[in-house]
Nanobody
Framework: QLQLVESGGGLVQPGGSLRLSCAAS????????IGWFRQALGKEREAVSC????????WYADFVEDRFAISRDNAKNTVYLQMNSLKPEDTAVYYC????????????????????WGLGTQVTVSS
């Protein structure tokens, strides 16, 4: 299985920024599309963003509203999620996941259909 480790979360004020990292542990990320999901307290896990294996195609949930940017550095075996203009409603545990590639685009399934997740990284946006 694809072993991924999330990091970079923390406590920030509204309007602040964080950069999350998703690093492969002992496995190359080069041929995988990667998605970011999040799960807020009391809510279901939801898709946030994904990037294709080539890095040429990205997708963002509507609630992102141009505030986030996903990128990858295959040389470092890492995918990033730069999050700016953070809102309290962004508070959640953020997870990364290997996702499907279709026509060179990343495709995120219902989060319930993935049977393996890492520990995630906590993002808290609060005054």
């Amino acid at each position: 299985q694809l072993q991924l480790v999330e990091s970079g979360g923390g406590l920030v004020q509204p309007g602040g920024s964080l950069r999350l990292s998703c690093a492969a542990s002992g496995f190359t990320l080069e041929h995988y599309s990667i998605g970011w999901f999040r799960q807020a307290l009391g809510k279901e896990r939801e898709a946030v963003s994904c990037i294709s294996d080539s890095g040429g195609s990205t997708w963002y949930a509507d609630f992102v509203e141009d505030r986030f940017a996903i990128s990858r550095d295959n040389a470092k075996n890492t995918v990033y999620l730069q999050m700016n203009s953070l809102k309290p409603e962004d508070t959640a545990v953020y997870y990364c996941q290997g996702v499907t590639t279709v026509r060179a685009m990343c495709v995120m399934k219902n989060p319930r259909e993935y049977d393996s997740w890492g520990l995630g990284t906590q993002v808290t946006v609060s005054s």
